[in-house]
């Protein structure tokens, strides 16, 4: 059976019928005729139910997986080199971009870099590390939410994911009035922040965590309980405590095999051994424990988001060192941020100084001493490590960000092999792989 | 195509043509190409607050062979490009493209060597949308824009002279290298 | 983290890890502004400055860097290996410790890294590749971050290999978690990992020509035309040095 759309070819293996569409049947007559039960899906790089650009290779028994690969790449931006090409404080552009579900992670960690090797970590005013922190952990909730909507989508529950996307939206809501952007806010800088909150921040803030508490107690009755929801998710996607060391799993996948690791309480930044949080674990080592962990990070971020609430004091956001700190002073125009109107009238009319001063630090940058240094944050999806170089100039020498995803993803065969194939959907999206994050 | 395209170019092609212009823009069945963040932005634009169900186009489809409308949402790999138009060759016509996105407009600000500078080096764009990422709305504005688009493309005999007026203008436009005045 | 804040404490109290005067030269900075291949438009041209990276460190490192120190060194021994020979040098910098490990002796270390349990560093965070163009004879360093759960720790290893024979052991069969670690690595700076299993591109298509992000690949972007002006790709514009 020759049709134009599977064509057989001779292998060492025996024949292979390579399908590009057409009809599903002749497709099966051709593999039950070779008398090899044997059927390689490749499942992606597009295709509905993998999270972006994932291509899965399944080697499949029946409905039984028996191998399981990902081909990965199909989104590689080169982002690392880039940022070479760019100065320091120019980069938290580029690495916003990297994951982009968790845009302020990927701004902390590089920017907790480069603060080391400049050797300011104890000039960082506090009310910006608090700031940082808000962000943060309403980022956190954004990122769980999304992965719980697109998870939900992938099984077929569409009404997840319009609660998800709903309640994300109200996080998007704070982020635009904070940064003037939705998404890729490129807000932490080097030193501090991009802007102080906007009045009435506050108030929405405050706000938010009120519409959240009524919220988040939705997920738990559509879903915790939901008899289908666990039988899709339990004992789905395995992965031991063993095999999470092993495969450098970090975040939920780790705490559901019950190891309470997180950096936010291990290894502190920001001053997050000021606050008063909960890690949650899971001994179900499964899907359906990830989720639960989720959930309940969600509402420890509440948590956390309104004790940077009460600790908000009036302050700077930006060290004190003008060398360092971004000279615009910035401010919500009709497009997003802009420069500050009153800021461009001094410089340029009153103050020599101020404006070579502006010039050359936004042309040229700061210098950063040479060295090498490695930060981690506890991004939603695990260790997110930032290994910076500097070789004393204006530009990083290399970048190079160790992201939760990627390493996450490698788990991806150890869960679904032997398996059955509607479970591989499952397992990967408790994983949470975000494609920009993987390949960068 | 079918009958409509052999029409005798007169009263009866155009009726067809803005019957067929309505009902087209009417049910466009966007195929799922999600890539970066404008991806999210795209499923957002689905989702509640936004709710592309008022256009009659809330349904993603995963199989190119249902879509009419592919759009490109983030920035285009060279790994992903054969990818991305073996997609567009597998969707019958008629098919619209939205290139979502500056990275998938023109690379962006990722000008390297891992990203194809502009997604219409592979397959002809219908509408470009700026933004890092467009905004929901945006996203609509450009659906809508194309809507209009579909309601006034033409059929047959018609086709083929809108298409060689097109190739005309294009020949007498100056390349952007030649053009003079304010960069904007 | 607590444990390097108390060592940075230490350090500001009194005993300063004493580092190497001069460094270690990877690259001589010429001039001020300007197009790379061009003169200089500043004046400044015959400014000549070295870049140098910290250099070895002496003891005390400070902290709890000395008991790891010892252990490792100590652990070695019983290997019956010279800890002179492995570890070609520590590095103390802000308040993170690096131990350069003779390529060779990588494998060995790595385990013992990982299975004693004075050291117990269980997890590691991946291989990140440097490219120094003016590190001649060691251009492609590997650097590993390997973390202990149980200890609280966070030490680097950092592995050399010249441009004209990148091979370094691969750490898959003690640290599975850098299958894809090192195949990156390997896509993108050439580095060949000598054990890894399947040590092909992930990145990059399969035909790719070249490691994009060695220093001596260039960006790749085009220039963009726009209204008779037209703006270099970055890695082409002036800049500074």
Redesign the interface.
Known sequence: MSTPHATPRATTEGTVYTVTGGDWDEVVESAVKSDDERIIVNMGPQHPSTHGVLRLILEIDGETVTEARCGIGYLHTGIEKNLEFRNWTQGTTFVTRMDYLTPFFNEAAYCLGVEKLLGIEDQIPDRASILRVLLMELNRISSHLVCIATGGMELGATTIMIYGFRDRELVLDLFELITGLRMNHAFIRPGGLAQDLPPGAIDQLREFVKTMKKNLPEYDKLATGNPIFKARMQDVGYLDLTGCMALGATGPILRSAGLPHDLRKTDPYCGYENYEFDVPTADSCDAYGRFLIRLEEMRQSLRIVEQCIDRLAPGPVMVADKKIAWPAQLALGPDGLGNSLDHIKKIMGTSMEALIHHFKLVTEGFRVPAGQTYTAVESPKGELGVHVVSDGGTRPYRVHFRDPSFTNLQAMAAMCEGGQVADVIVAVASIDPVMGGVDR | MGLEEKLPSGFVLTTVEQAAGWVRKSSVFPA??????C???M??TG???YDLARFGMEV?R?S??QADLMIVA??V????AP??R??YD?MPNPKWVISMGVCASS?G???????V?GVDHIVPVDIYLPG??P?PEMLMDAILKLHQKIQSSKLGVNAEEAAREAEDAALKALP????????R | MSENQNHDEQNNNGVPAPRDETGEVIGVRKGMFGANNGGDTSGYGGLVRTVALPGATSRPYGGWFDELADELEGALEEQDLLPENVIEKTVVDRGELTFHIAREHLVRVARTLRDDPALRFELCTGVSGVHFLGDKGRELHAVYHLRSITHGRLIRLEVSAPDNDPHIPSLVEVYPTNDWHEREAYDFFGLIFDGHPALTRIMMPDDWQGFPQRKDYPLGGIAIEYKGAQIPAPDQRRSYS
């Open positions: 799922t190409f999600g890539l970066a963040c991806a999210i932005e499923m957002t989702a509640g607050r993603f995963g190119p062979r983030g920035r790999s060279q790994k992903m990818v991305l073996q997609v597998q690379g600000m990722f000008n390297n060597y891992a990203i500078q890092c990422p905004r952007l290298i030649e053009m003079k005045g304010l960069l």
